[in-house]
């Protein structure tokens, strides 16, 4: 039963993934760094956000402390959308390839928790759950990239950007309905 589990969470994980591939493969290089007023930042350094998330948890394979602090800012991705999307098709082979073991494994997450100070805390979690945590992180930068998308006249699918939870209220509605 647990293997069943973990391989229907796997494949979410990984459908989070494909969903980031798919909307980036509808962008060009213009649009995918390109900031629009009242945004921060372009496409590419949400995705290049969201990346990072993922790489510390494959550095946490080997160390088993996950530091989500350690990001490559102005990194190749941030400004190359080929790269991007390179990058995110190795992250679904490696999500692909996880042994079970993994769901399962301790790890320390470390994270700056004040805006205002250096704090720097340290809690126990699992891999399994960071990596819970690193899609839903990925669909809240969707939702900015798709907002930023809509602000320059794109186009994009009605489900990108959109949380698991509020899809299947969506879909209870939907049906109360029919």
């Not at 590419?44 to 998330?53: A, L, Y």
């Not at 550095?59 to 991007?84: G, K, M």
């Not at 839903?136 to 798709?146: F, G, L, P, Q, V």
Request: hydrophobic share 40%.
């Amino acid at each position: 039963m647990f293997n069943r589990v973990i391989d229907v969470v796997q494949r979410d994980f990984v459908a989070t993934v494909q969903q980031g591939i798919d909307f980036l493969s509808g962008l060009t290089q213009t649009q995918y760094t390109s900031v629009p007023d009242g945004f921060l930042s372009a496409i590419g350094g949400h995705i290049r956000h969201v990346i990072d998330h993922f790489v510390a948890l494959e550095f946490a394979l080997e160390s088993s402390v996950v530091n989500y602090e350690l990001r490559q800012r102005n990194s190749p991705i941030e400004r190359d959308l080929a790269e991007a999307l390179a990058r995110l098709e190795q992250l679904k082979t490696w999500l692909l390839a996880l042994p079970d073991s993994v769901f399962t494994q301790t790890v320390e997450v470390q994270a700056d928790v004040g805006i205002g100070s250096d704090n720097v805390m340290s809690v126990t979690s699992t891999l399994g759950r960071e990596l819970m945590f690193a899609c839903s992180h990925a669909i809240h930068h969707y939702a900015t990239m798709k907002a930023i998308h809509l602000c320059f006249g794109g186009e994009t699918s009605e489900q990108f950007g959109i949380a698991p939870s509020t899809a299947t209220f969506l879909r209870q509605q939907n049906n109360a309905q029919s």
